[in-house]
């Protein structure tokens, strides 16, 4: 085959042959060398012009064949989406690949006869179309709205898929449903046996292996683990919601406990009977359930003397109260010195919680403290002997419910206590809410009379609060309110909170040992001491105990009167006094009315307790309303507005900080939480020297600008001496 030619020619005369023919105006022509080419390449030019003739056929097929009858562009969706179409005919048979059908192939070694033998690899057949299809849940990102009910046996189904459609009612969150087991039944049959109709917006989702109903239980364990991490990586549950363990299926339980495990989320393990017992967690939105394992409650019982038949009904009614679906509060008794035979024997067989009737291990929640001294105790070692029973380890977690011998419990009461700590401090619109922030506890008894009993007490109505939905024909009905009042019957005080009421009285005792003052006692003696510390408190912050006004038929909790005991600190001695001997020389920070204690407890209604589920007694099918649509009472029981509220609270904190915190200054220290130094001025040199400094700053300041200005007129301040104040004002704020 010969060379191509050169361009350019090796010879030194050769190579400067165009240069000596180069026009002299700079223009260049055609090079000729080019165009010789092409006429001497036969073979280029039929190469060029067979690619000319099948491009042009090409164009020519395209346009001839263009389809007409496409449709709208919303038609023509991805294919992968199940329930689309492309040009009117269904994609999803076509493109979807179908799980095998019959027997899988027995391995060497195994049995014919055995049933569950197979053990190959793990395919999901109809887990993908489902996944991909929830892109609007916002499911790619860790924190979502997405809630997941998980079975594997279709018994556990049947009683979670009302659950699940009752939350998807509420559209409070995205709910989800996955049916992981060995059962062959199409999802559209299981919905039909269920009576799921169009109105249950959840998403569903068949996460079972192929060949399931001949998988061993390691590949159906292994299934659901990979089953979960799909849908983890897919549609990142906030939690997870799951049967009765007794009544699932072992691999399915084994293998979600470990896979949620690792995620860090909740699982929710409902009871069989939580359709009828629990339909009130369908209303909770997907913040209050992740926070469903984290609440601790200990109940605080403090025993009178001689009130072993009090006692015993309270601890039989706490027995026999609905925990279904919770760990069992703990339970702490505050005995007193002489402890009489009944309670002794109560006690000593008092098991808490029940045994496992499964032979689970147990371990007891019961704590007993025994009081040595039999000194008549005064009203601040009373006060100090109560609330050192109890400090909450995990702060935001643990709460204290305080209960009195006299009362009886319902068998809703604790499920009510979830309900509204769920909802009021865990809930998305109560992280941070300034109305969440100012509740104190929750109270379960609605009391007979105010706090002084100075008279019967009525509840506000729902017409009280003032809200748009209620018009001149609509009868007032009953609803709960805030109150700033404390409740020593029963009720649960939040873990924060009693730690801030911890740090009060430190202070507040302090102060009353530097310099004494007797403030006027606003609560009656037969109510503990410790209350009227903790009213204290509540004015300074403005807090409020939430109480319940449910319907005459039904209480949360009863006080019964015929075995009344009052409080040891306000009892009189049982000798005779001495009338020529001196009065004794106590000292007591709250100065009592003339009134004489009582050994009879003032009249109370004593209401039948509720026995039905939580959702039968509360109004609204459940709902409970926005905090801030509740009628608000001050202690005296007038009713406030939130401006009312604040400036009261703002007023009441500056007269305790200047009365018995011995602060100087009008300037407000900083507000720390589950602290309450700002209301006290005591051993802070530092901050004392400061407050005077400021004091002295700011009257310096004055001295100066009236001997400037002249008396007859007095007109703005100079710029040199605005900046002087203002900048004594600044250090006067530090």
């Known amino acids: ?20 023919h180069r026009p002299a105006n700079g223009t260049i022509p055609m090079s000729g060398w080019s165009w010789t080419r092409w006429k001497t390449t036969p073979r280029m030019r039929r190469r060029r012009t067979i690619i000319c003739l099948a491009l042009g056929l090409f164009l020519y097929l395209f346009i001839k064949n263009i389809p007409t009858d496409l449709g709208p562009i919303s038609q023509r969706i991805d294919s992968r989406i199940p329930g689309k179409s492309f040009a009117g005919i269904s994609l999803a048979a076509e493109v979807t690949p179908q799980p095998p059908s019959g027997q899988p192939p027995h391995v060497e070694g195994q049995l014919p006869s055995e049933k569950q033998y197979y053990n190959g690899q793990i395919k999901f057949y109809n887990l993908a179309a489902s996944l991909y299809g929830i892109a609007k849940t916002m499911g790619y990102r860790e924190h979502n709205k997405n809630v997941l009910f998980a079975a594997a046996s279709l018994q ?156 015993l009904r309270l601890l039989r009614s706490i027995e026999e109260a609905d925990y279904s679906g919770f760990r069992r509060p703990h339970l702490t008794i505050e005995l007193p010195p002489d402890i009489d035979p009944p309670t002794q024997f109560f006690v000593e067989n008092l098991v808490w919680p029940p045994l496992d009737p499964l032979g689970g291990p147990h371990t007891s929640q019961v704590t007993l403290r025994h009081r040595i001294s039999r000194q008549r105790l005064g009203t601040e070692e009373a006060s100090l002997h109560f609330l050192e029973s109890f400090y909450s380890a995990r702060l935001e977690h643990s709460h204290v419910l305080v209960l009195s011998p006299q009362v009886e ?34 109270s379960l008894d609605l009391p007979s009379n105010h706090l002084s009993d100075s008279g019967h007490f009525r509840p506000p109505l729902l017409k009280a609060a003032d809200t748009p939905a209620v018009g001149p024909s609509v009868e007032p009905s009953p609803a709960p309110f805030l109150w700033q009042a404390p409740n020593s019957n029963a009720a649960l005080y939040f873990g924060d909170k009693w730690a801030e009421l911890h740090s009060f009285l430190t202070s507040r005792l302090t102060a009353q040992q530097q310099k004494f003052v007797t403030r006027p006692k606003l609560i009656s003696p037969n109510y503990p001491s410790w209350t009227e510390y903790l009213l204290e408190l509540m004015r300074a912050r403005g807090y409020n105990v939430l109480y319940p006004n449910l319907p005459s038929s039904h209480s949360l909790a009863t006080v019964h009167n015929e075995l009344y005991q009052p409080p040891e600190e306000f009892t009189p001695p049982p000798q005779k006094p001495d009338l020529d001997a001196p009065p004794p020389n106590i000292k007591e920070p709250f100065l009592a009315g003339p009134s004489p204690v009582s050994n009879t407890h003032p009249p109370n209604l004593e209401l039948p307790l509720a026995s039905t589920t939580l959702l039968t007694i509360l109004s609204d099918d459940g709902d409970l309303p ?61 901050t004392n020297m400061e407050e005077e400094r400021a004091v002295n700053l700011a009257d310096s300041i004055k001295l100066v600008t009236d001997s400037i200005v002249t008396p007859a007129e007095k007109p703005e301040a100079a710029p040199e001496l605005r900046m002087q104040k203002d900048s004594g004002d600044e250090r006067a704020k530090e």
């Open 1 to 20: 085959m010969p060379l191509p030619g050169r361009i350019f020619a090796g010879d030194e005369e050769l190579g400067k042959k165009d240069d000596d």
């Open 409 to 442: 419990l319902s068998s809703p009461y604790y499920h009510y206590l979830m309900y509204n700590i769920l909802e009021y401090r865990h809930s998305s619109y109560a992280l941070g809410s300034y109305s969440t922030n100012k509740l104190m506890g929750i």
């Open 156 to 311: 556990t189904a049947s009683r979670l898929i009302p659950l699940a459609c009752e939350m998807s009612r509420w559209n409070r969150n995205a709910v989800h449903f996955a049916i992981m087991g060995r059962d062959e039944l199409s999802m559209d049959d299981i919905r039909t046996v269920n009576g799921v109709g169009i109105d249950c917006n959840v998403f569903w989702h068949d996460a079972r292996p192929d060949y399931s109903i001949w998988s061993t239980d390691l590949r159906m364990e292994s299934s659901v683990e990979a089953a979960l991490g799909h849908i983890q990586n897919f549609m990142h549950p906030q939690v997870y919601l799951i049967g009765d363990a007794g009544k699932e299926e072992l691999f399915f339980i084994k293998a979600v406990r470990r896979k949620v495990y690792e995620t860090g989320k909740s699982v929710i393990e409902l009871p069989a009977d939580a359709v009828q017992r629990l339909t009130w967690i369908t209303r909770l939105d997907h913040a209050s359930l992740q926070a469903w394992h984290n609440i601790y409650v200990d109940i605080l019982i403090q025993v009178s003397p001689r009130s072993s038949g009090s006692l």
């Open 626 to 686: 926005d905090l801030t649509s509740l009628p608000s009472l001050s202690y005296s029981g007038k009713l406030l507005t939130p401006s009312t509220a604040n400036q009261q609270a703002a007023d009441f904190a500056h007269e305790f900080r200047r009365e018995v915190g011995g602060c100087k200054s009008k300037l407000n220290k900083s507000i720390y939480l589950m602290t309450a130094d700002d209301l006290f001025c005591l051993g802070d040199d530092e």
